[in-house]
């Protein structure tokens, strides 16, 4: 069964802090896999998006890295801020590049950043 | 213009109610979807239209109805709702189905709540 599992559930860190989520998946055939950050009650923006043959990319202070043989992704936040503070979510496309396959969102994980 | 706009905000009814929920985007997206998030859950994706073409998550209720007037716009028409449709009614768009174009940009969310 397609999956995508993130850890933690949730977590607390203080201003100006690194932190790193996870995101483990059994989808396959994998087609890509991105990263979303929702404000409680708003819509998810879209943060990274990555390919099988991409390792790592940035957007400002936030990093994702694959690792497609292991099914592994972890989005990484470098000197948190107060406005970080909200739910990121994983979410993997199944099938081959243009296949019309589903998204399978994780649960999230939910971020507070506490000054 | 890089938004996808929703309204209303929020909105309450009844059971016996008929209503509307009005997502529109003036990006030249060819993909519209909606998605029913409940708290502390991922999205639920309950449509796409994309290409002229409806797709059903067939999970959905038939008293959900999505109406596609032209390429900007998505409604989705609410009747004889149940109090445990109360969530968080998202629309998003894409530029394409497949690849990178296959981003999703969210709108803010209908809040609804069902009496």
């Known amino acids: 069964k397609n999956q995508v599992e993130q850890s933690p559930q949730s977590l607390i860190i203080l201003e100006g802090k690194n932190c790193t989520l996870q995101?483990?998946?059994?989808?396959?055939?994998?087609?890509?896999l991105r990263w979303y950050k929702q404000d409680t009650g708003r819509g998810p923006v879209s943060l990274t998006i990555?390919?099988?043959?991409?390792n790592t990319k940035s957007n400002g202070r936030y990093t994702a890295t694959l690792d497609a043989d292991t099914k592994q992704s972890s989005l990484h936040i470098t000197a948190s801020q107060l406005s970080d503070s909200a739910s990121y979510i994983c979410?993997?496309?199944?099938?081959?590049?243009?296949?019309?396959?589903?998204?399978?969102f994780g649960k999230g994980t939910k971020l507070s950043v506490k000054p | 213009d890089t938004e996808v706009t929703q309204t209303p905000k929020h909105l309450v009814m009844g059971m016996t109610n008929k209503k509307s929920l009005k997502c529109e985007q003036h990006?030249?997206?060819?993909?519209m979807y909606w998605y029913k998030q409940k708290a502390k859950k991922p999205p639920e994706l309950m449509f796409v239209?994309?290409?002229?073409?409806?797709?059903i998550n067939e999970s959905v209720p038939s008293r959900f109805s999505p109406e596609c007037p032209n390429s900007s716009l998505l409604n989705l028409h609410l009747h004889a709702l149940q109090p445990e449709d109360s969530a968080l009614y998202l629309c998003?768009?894409?530029?394409?189905?497949?690849?990178?174009?296959?981003?999703?940009?969210f709108g803010p969310g209908t809040r609804l709540l069902v009496l």
């Open positions: 998003a768009s894409s530029r394409d189905r497949a690849g990178y174009q296959e981003t999703q940009y």
């Open positions: 995101c483990n998946y059994t989808v396959s055939p994998f087609s890509n």
């Open positions: 990555m390919t099988f043959s991409e």
């Open positions: 979410v993997v496309r199944e099938g081959f590049g243009g296949s019309q396959g589903n998204l399978i």
């Open positions: 990006m030249g997206h060819r993909a």
């Open positions: 239209y994309s290409y002229e073409k409806l797709s």
